[in-house]
Structure formats: structure tokens, C-alpha cells
């Protein structure tokens, strides 16, 4: 059995839904970007030092501010919960 095929306004509506969805995506996006460089600007501005802990896999990741602040010259190559 082979199902209609869709009108003009159809397709119309369904392109106009599609460019609805792209423009809405973009935006999201180009907020996005904003608050990633306020936080990168505030972090920096602040010398914070930023980590994240992975409490299943007791793994953790960390900005090379964060392990200065911990007295290390350089970045060590991981931080675990042996140096909490």
C-alpha cells in the first residue's frame, strides 16, 4: 500500500518547523558560548582552582590553578583520592 504523498503546504509547514528548530538551536548555542566565557572570565578573575570528582570511577579532574593552590609547580598527571 503506498501512502500519499505530502501537499505543498505540507512541506512548507514541515520546513518552516525545521528552520524553527535550527534558529532555536542556535540560539541556545550563542547563549551557551556567553556563559562559558563569563565562567572562564570569572574563574581567572577569581584564581579559582576547579575540579571535578568522579565518585564511581575514583577518578578527578582538575585545573592546573587547582593543583598550584595544592602547592604543585606543575600539573600532576592525576589526581585520586590518595591526595584528598
Not at 15 to 32: D, G, Y
Request: proline share 2%; hydrophobic share 35%.
Amino acid at each position: 500500500m503506498m501512502s500519499e504523498k505530502p501537499t505543498y503546504e505540507e512541506l512548507e509547514r514541515k520546513v518552516q518547523e525545521l528552520e524553527n528548530t535550527i534558529f532555536k538551536s542556535k540560539q541556545v548555542e550563542e547563549a551557551l558560548q556567553v556563559c562559558e566565557r563569563r565562567l572562564k572570565l570569572s574563574v581567572e578573575s577569581g584564581e579559582i582552582g576547579l575540579w571535578e570528582l568522579d565518585l564511581i570511577n575514583h577518578t578527578a579532574w582538575r585545573s592546573f590553578l587547582h593543583d598550584r593552590i595544592f602547592g604543585y609547580e606543575t600539573s600532576l598527571p592525576e589526581w585520586t583520592f590518595i591526595y584528598f
